[in-house]
């Protein structure tokens, strides 16, 4: 499967934006997604998941409160909206599909990955 993020941009703090991560190639049947982000000289970290039903969802504590993920499995894309950005929000923001679902609240067995979306929060 191909995966493409959109919806990037530069934002002032306490902004928001909706990422989108639409699929291609395959369908996101059984799939649960997951938004990571990376910024400068830190390591990867998983920010929110969903479980192909919707039914089940992670946030990492840094985005719990802020962030929320969906999906539309009619439209194969996944949306990741945050809120009350945080200079330190800045970061690439990739989605990644895992097409079973397990280990996916772990950030774990993720096979796919777009190339991903940069988000800058000015202060």
């Known amino acids: 499967v191909q995966l493409e993020e959109s919806g990037g941009g530069l934002v002032q703090a306490g902004g928001s934006l909706r990422l989108s991560c639409a699929a291609s190639?395959?369908?996101?049947?059984?799939?649960?997604i997951g938004w990571f982000r990376q910024a400068p000289g830190k390591e990867r970290e998983l920010v929110a998941a969903?479980?192909?039903?919707?039914?089940?969802?992670f946030y990492a504590d840094s985005s719990k409160g802020r962030f929320t993920i969906s999906r539309d499995n009619d439209k194969n894309t996944v949306y990741l909206q945050v809120n009350s950005l945080k200079s330190e929000d800045t970061a690439v923001y990739y989605c990644?599909?895992?097409?079973?679902?397990?280990?996916?609240?772990?950030?774990?067995?993720?096979?796919?990955w777009g190339q991903g979306t940069q988000v800058t929060v000015s202060t």
């Open positions: 990644a599909a895992n097409p079973t679902g397990i280990g996916a609240m772990e950030g774990r067995v993720y096979d796919s």
């Open positions: 190639g395959r369908t996101l049947m059984y799939s649960a």
């Open positions: 969903i479980t192909w039903s919707g039914g089940s969802t």
